[in-house]
């Protein structure tokens, strides 16, 4: 496999459920991303983690808890979530690191989340 | 108080005539401008991208122009074909930033 793969496609959940999305890049790199996007508005940055250190978390709610086990995969964990986190969640990679961030993003297909 | 704006949600065009898209952004902190396409059903990719430094960057039948004073950046599509139709993102980020700033988006649709 090449590029970022995302699982699950689609999610639908209840507020009281605990679900889980995964992701994995095969590119190599170090760093590696969740956004959100909702209906009508632009991506959002939630979380960033280079070389599996979380770097970014932009406020957050606690009910969102990212993982990232090593540099290939990255979770994200929810639980109890609301209606409007209903979105389409993307992960994304990037070369990261040391020697200086790329903005240059490898997004995955996403996971289209509803919460009823 | 969006920083990355795209004021056209749409926009269609004839097969073979030239495409642009406009981005307009409010922080002049930013220093790195990029393209994104998004068919649906996939994540975005990767398009183009200019930095600070110049006023345009081409790519095959893409090119990125830069307005610094202006504060606006257009992708140019010359000529459109049907398989460009998407939804086409701006982004922007500042000063060795790793964040990326979007804009909401522009749906291209070009019409054989």
């Known amino acids: 496999e090449t590029g970022v793969t995302q699982t699950p496609r689609h999610l639908v959940m209840g507020m009281t459920n605990k679900k889980s999305l995964k992701c994995e890049q095969h590119?190599?790199?170090?760093?590696m991303y969740w956004y959100k996007q909702s209906a009508k508005k632009p991506l959002e940055l939630m979380f960033v983690?280079?070389?599996?250190?979380?770097?970014e978390n932009n406020s957050v709610p606690s009910r969102f808890s990212p993982e990232c086990p090593n540099s290939s995969h990255l979770f994200l964990h929810l639980h109890t979530l609301q209606p409007e986190d209903s979105a389409l969640y993307l992960c994304?990679?990037?070369?990261?690191?040391?020697?200086?961030?790329?903005?240059?993003?490898?997004f995955g297909s996403g996971t289209q989340l509803s919460v009823l | 108080d969006q920083q990355v704006k795209q004021n056209s949600p749409s926009l269609s065009v004839q097969e073979g005539r030239i495409s642009i898209l406009n981005c307009d952004y409010t922080?002049?902190?930013?220093?790195?401008f990029l393209w994104y396409k998004k068919y649906p059903a996939e994540g975005p990719t990767f398009l183009i991208s200019?930095?600070?430094?110049?006023d345009k960057n081409e790519d095959g039948r893409f090119t990125v122009f830069l307005n610094k004073s202006a504060k606006h950046l257009s992708l140019h599509i010359v000529p459109s074909q049907p398989g460009d139709s998407a939804v086409y993102f701006c982004?922007?980020?500042?000063?060795?930033?790793?964040?990326?700033?979007f804009g909401k988006g522009t749906k291209l649709s070009v019409i054989p």
């Open positions: 994304a990679s990037s070369q990261g690191g040391i020697a200086g961030w790329s903005e240059k993003l490898f």
């Open positions: 590119l190599g790199h170090n760093a």
């Open positions: 983690y280079n070389f599996k250190e979380q770097t």
């Open positions: 922080n002049s902190m930013f220093d790195y």
């Open positions: 200019i930095s600070s430094i110049k």
């Open positions: 982004a922007c980020s500042g000063a060795g930033s790793y964040q990326l700033t």
